[in-house]
């Protein structure tokens, strides 16, 4: 998955599978035991009720297959080192897992209504109050100053390439206002600014260094200094062991949660070669959680005993981008759905998503749009999600003028249908997604040809000749994971954000250039009132699935499996991840 960047919801697609049992989710519903093979739904987690840790203590082992070697919230992160950055750092605001905002490091959530959110002129001002007492695990406090230094950090123009900086680039400054306040200038207007500072950074710890200097000092590697409930004791390259940080509760007396120190002693994250080793180590009781895993892996956990299953909705999608530059970069000619809409709607009919879900042990939830069921606020259910409908499709292109050639693929104005899709090397579930994907549009009479690269080389800013970012693909293979707020997909879809040097913030990797996408977004950017961005949204759900520029598959489910003994597991659908209460996880027994 890529990164790219309150309020819960009835929701199809949180599943209980057969053979295993599934863990109460607390303030939420209790999934039962399925008998059949059936995906049944459930609501979505209610308000967060940890059970307090009778005795604290004890070593929680977390299985991982992906390894990172670097820790780093905003230069150049990896997506499997996110667990482990989540129990190190802690920033202004968090989320809980039906998506509710909170006050972290901050003492709550500003708003309109408390005076922390003021529209001034064509901009606004955030106000945040830090929580009296806070300190870094050397005991040193943590102050306004570290969060105006994060922003520096951020946003030093000479600085090392590595994160986006949406949202970051519209504030014009940061400055502290009394003893433990801190606001934020905004240029113009940002509703999405909850999204911002989601790891605050020690100032004392690496002020000094260049912008270049911070990106690669050795801090990231093994960061001494931390905010989180855990600190790091051992970096290997099988494990990171983590052990209780002392500090972590000073300032958080009266939090409704996440205010004590942490209940285990220590943490260890272990890596083995591969999620199936993973669950092997935790039915033989090795590791007691595994939080890494996918819908490929659904088939196996169903057979497992004595493992308890939780499985939720992700904000995340799966989709297929339809490169949209002409000329397209890799090929030197203009794509064959330039232009022409009647050839994408057929692409999208062609796609096989039942044979995906088929081959998957089915129960994934079906999406027409990004925006999730579970942002019930700015969710349109009235666009109905892609249908698979190869006769329609192929009468589609018939009245479009694409004959089929003796070979069977289809040629018009003399150029064949024919085009490469890229995905990710060595992701089985991605391996499943496209032969399925590719059979379905050969039926459809498209020669269609796979090519496999690294992650890396995809998903590399535009300086350092990211496929992605450079537009060198035709159409491609990937997941998108979304903040809870649906602006993020500005930095996707608007025209605007076109990646080019100079613009890390700028993911609109598929060149989508729709004006009804632009305009709803623009319009749910221009706001802070909640029922002009929710309009705005729905409108944009409509556009985006006209546009075609992304044809999307399902929505991604988050999928757990921990032993029975485990207690205060609770999937989080935000980019925070598993381990966003790492502090109230405890062993019984």
């Not at 997506?79 to 920033?91: D, H, K, L, S, V």
């Not at 606001?183 to 690496?206: C, D, E, G, W, Y």
């Not at 892609?386 to 006769?391: K, Q, R």
Request: aromatic content about 8%.
């Amino acid at each position: 998955m890529h990164f790219s960047r309150a309020l819960g919801l009835a929701l199809a697609g949180v599943i209980a599978l057969a053979g295993c049992s599934v863990s109460q989710l607390p303030g939420g519903t209790t999934n039962t035991q399925s008998q059949r093979r059936g995906l049944p739904s459930v609501t979505s987690p209610g308000p967060y009720q940890p059970r307090a840790a009778p005795r604290p203590g004890g070593t929680i082992s977390i299985g991982s297959w992906q390894f990172p070697n670097r820790f780093s919230p905003y230069f150049g992160g990896q997506a499997a080192a996110t667990p482990i950055e989540q129990a190190i750092f802690n920033g202004l605001l968090a989320t809980t897992p039906n998506l509710d905002t909170f006050g972290d490091l901050a003492e709550g959530v500003p708003t309109i209504e408390n005076g922390g959110v003021r529209q001034v002129g064509s901009g606004m001002d955030v106000t945040y109050q830090l929580r009296a007492g806070l300190a870094w695990s050397d005991g040193q406090p943590i102050t306004p100053d570290d969060v105006i230094f994060t922003f520096a950090a951020i946003t030093a123009p000479d600085r090392a390439l590595g994160t986006g900086r949406e949202g970051y680039d519209l504030i014009s400054s940061v400055e502290r206002t009394g003893a433990n306040g801190v606001v934020l200038h905004f240029r113009s207007v940002f509703p999405a600014f909850r999204n911002l500072f989601t790891a605050i950074l020690p100032k004392h710890r690496l002020q000094g260094l260049t912008p270049a200097q911070l990106v690669a000092d050795p801090y990231w590697s093994r960061p001494d200094v931390v905010s989180g409930a855990f600190l790091v004791q051992e970096v290997a390259s099988d494990h990171v062991t983590l052990r209780r940080n002392p500090h972590y509760a000073d300032g958080r007396s009266g939090m409704a949660f996440l205010g004590h120190p942490a209940y285990a002693d220590q943490v260890v994250f272990r890596a083995l070669p591969s999620r199936q080793a993973v669950l092997g180590a935790l039915k033989a009781g090795d590791v007691q959680a595994d939080i890494d895993l996918t819908e490929r892996e659904l088939t196996t956990v169903a057979r497992l005993n004595g493992v308890a299953v939780t499985l939720a909705p992700a904000l995340a999608y799966e989709q297929v981008s339809l490169n949209q530059a002409s000329p397209n970069p890799a090929t030197g000619t203009s794509p064959p759905w330039i232009g022409d809409a009647p050839l994408r709607e057929a692409l999208d009919l062609g796609m096989d998503r039942p044979g995906i879900v088929r081959r998957l042990g089915g129960g994934l939830p079906p999406t027409a749009t990004p925006v999730a069921p579970l942002i019930a606020w700015a969710y349109d259910a009235s666009v109905p999600a892609p249908a698979y409908d190869l006769e329609r499709a192929k009468r589609l292109l018939d009245q479009d003028g694409w004959v089929a050639g003796p070979d069977g693929v289809r040629v018009k104005n003399g150029r064949r249908l024919a085009f490469t899709l890229t995905a990710a090397a060595g992701q089985q579930l991605r391996a499943i997604e496209q032969d399925v994907l590719v059979a379905g549009w050969r039926k459809l009479g498209a020669d269609v040809t796979v090519d496999v690269q690294s992650v890396a080389q995809l998903f590399a800013s535009f300086e350092q000749g990211g496929l992605l970012a450079r537009g060198a693909y035709e159409a491609a293979l990937w997941s998108w994971i979304m903040p809870p707020d649906p602006d993020s997909e500005y930095d996707i879809l608007h025209s605007s954000a076109t990646p080019a040097a100079g613009r890390p913030s700028s993911e609109n990797y598929s060149r989508c250039h729709d004006q009804a996408v632009d305009q709803s977004l623009d319009h749910g950017r221009a706001t802070l009132e909640q029922a002009k961005r929710a309009a705005a949204y729905r409108d944009f759900q409509a556009a985006y699935a006209s546009a075609r520029c992304e044809l999307p598959l399902y929505r991604r489910l988050n999928v757990g499996a921990v032993s029975p003994a485990l207690r205060n597991f609770v999937l989080n659908a935000s980019p925070a991840g598993n381990t966003w209460n790492l502090a109230d996880w405890w062993l019984a027994g």
